[in-house]
């Protein structure tokens, strides 16, 4: 069994999705700041964008939705894998393990002069943009729009759902690809897809199962009822 999770598993925490209501930062789209040309324009705008996203996700907690993952994977022992599109790390934070992060980590940090990578949980971070000790400037340890997702992780993804018999797709509208590819490959393996989302998504005509509603009420009452 898989999951693909988006910012809508997060949405209840109180940490804004990218394309729902709220998404919008100072009237900036994601598609505009989320991008190295945004960052190498104006790296300061694009820090005090993540600064102020990570001051948001430092106040969140885990919620329901996240706790039943972490519920799934220990039931599934070993036979359960999360694959998110998200940095928040709520994941993490909720108790699951076996994670594969397609678009990096809001709280690590890159060097664009050395390439040093470390975790950085400073809120809020100043002065920004926050250098490394080598005097270069860090970036986000994140993936933007145009840049190449981590091969590792997604090789693994791809694995994963080729071999999911079960692939749940969990609060993305599933529009950025590669990751809205996966429960594609999932389903052409003969998983069974079944997604949880407010509204109707790119892949609700594909799914065999499309809930409408909270992944944080809907799929704990699946798994109440999958005991
Ligand atoms: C790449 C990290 C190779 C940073 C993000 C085809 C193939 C390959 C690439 C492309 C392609 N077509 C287009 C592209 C380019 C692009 C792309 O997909 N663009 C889209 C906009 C069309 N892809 C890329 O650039 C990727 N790179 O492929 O490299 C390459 C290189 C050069 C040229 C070509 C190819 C990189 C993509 C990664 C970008 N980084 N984030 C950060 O977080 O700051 S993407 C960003 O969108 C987040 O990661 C987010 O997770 C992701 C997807 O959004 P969602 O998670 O789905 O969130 P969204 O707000 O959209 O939706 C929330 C959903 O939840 C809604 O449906 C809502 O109804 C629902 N919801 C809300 N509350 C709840 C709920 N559901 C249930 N319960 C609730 N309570
Ligand atoms: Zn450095």
Redesign the pocket.
């Known amino acids: 069994m898989a999951t693909l999770?988006?910012?809508?598993?997060s949405?209840?925490s109180g940490v804004p999705?990218?394309?729902?209501p709220g998404?919008l930062w100072r009237n900036f789209r994601?598609?505009d700041?989320?991008t190295p040309e945004a960052f190498a324009r104006n790296p300061n705008l694009v820090w005090e964008w993540?600064d102020w996203?990570r001051s948001l996700i430092a106040k969140a907690e885990p919620n329901a939705?996240h706790r039943a993952l972490a519920e799934l994977e220990s039931r599934k022992a070993g036979k359960f894998w999360l694959i998110t599109?998200?940095?928040d790390g709520l994941h993490d934070r909720a108790g699951n393990r076996r994670i594969v992060k397609?678009?990096?980590d809001?709280w690590t940090v890159c060097c664009v002069g050395c390439g040093a990578e470390k975790r950085n949980v400073q809120v809020p971070l100043a002065p920004l943009p926050p250098r490394c000790e080598c005097g270069g400037m860090l970036r986000?340890g994140?993936?933007?729009?145009?840049?190449?997702?981590p091969a590792k992780a997604l090789e693994q993804a791809y694995a994963i759902a080729q071999r999911a018999e079960v692939f749940l797709v969990?609060?993305?509208?599933?529009?950025?690809?590669?990751?809205?590819?996966l429960p594609r490959i999932a389903f052409d393996h003969g998983a069974r897809v079944i997604e949880?989302?407010?509204?109707p998504?790119e892949l609700s005509s594909l799914a065999h199962i499309s809930l409408r509603?909270?992944?944080?009420e809907l799929l704990p009452q699946i798994l109440t009822g999958a005991r």
């Open positions: 999770t988006g910012a809508g598993i949405a209840e999705t990218f394309r729902g998404g994601p598609e700041l989320a993540y996203r939705g599109q998200n940095v397609l678009h990096g809001i986000p994140v993936v933007w729009f145009g840049e190449m997702l969990l609060g993305t509208s599933s529009v950025v690809y590669p990751a809205a590819a949880i989302n407010l509204e998504t509603g909270k992944v944080g």
